[in-house]
């Protein structure tokens, strides 16, 4: 069964900065594409940033560019999240997705696991 296990978020003043983790579990074989989306109170689920088990990464959407840098540990089976000059409008639950293909996708729809999500909150 595949399980995926978010750690990281927290509480933290704008300008400051989080590193997300989620960790794959149950199906370690084959190529996969690992994502992170948010979503906030009363908005629809946004992506974020995706990258497959070879290192390809999109264009993090662009609400984020700049700040944030997704990437992976294959050995530890784990994606990361780094958050640098956290907004207020960053506040969200993040979640992390996981599909087993090797094409990057911003759309939820291919992914089929997800974690229990992470909650990021960013004071002003």
């Known amino acids: 069964q595949v399980q995926l296990v978010e750690s990281g978020g927290g509480l933290v003043q704008a300008g400051g900065s989080l590193r997300l983790s989620c960790a794959l579990s149950?199906?370690?074989?084959?190529?996969?594409?690992m994502a992170w989306f948010r979503q906030a109170p009363g908005k629809e689920r946004e992506f974020v940033a995706a990258?497959?088990?070879?290192?390809?990464?999109?264009s993090p959407a662009d609400s984020v560019k700049g700040r944030f840098t997704i990437s992976r540990a294959n050995a530890k089976n784990t994606v990361y999240l780094q958050m640098n000059s956290l907004k207020p409008e960053d506040t969200a639950t993040y979640y992390c997705?996981?599909?087993?293909?090797?094409?990057?996708?911003?759309?939820?729809?291919?992914?089929?696991?997800w974690g229990q999500g992470t909650q990021v909150t960013v004071s002003s």
């Open positions: 990258i497959t088990t070879n290192g390809v990464a999109t």
């Open positions: 997705a996981a599909y087993f293909g090797a094409t990057v996708s911003r759309l939820p729809s291919p992914y089929n696991y």
């Open positions: 149950g199906r370690t074989f084959g190529s996969n594409t």
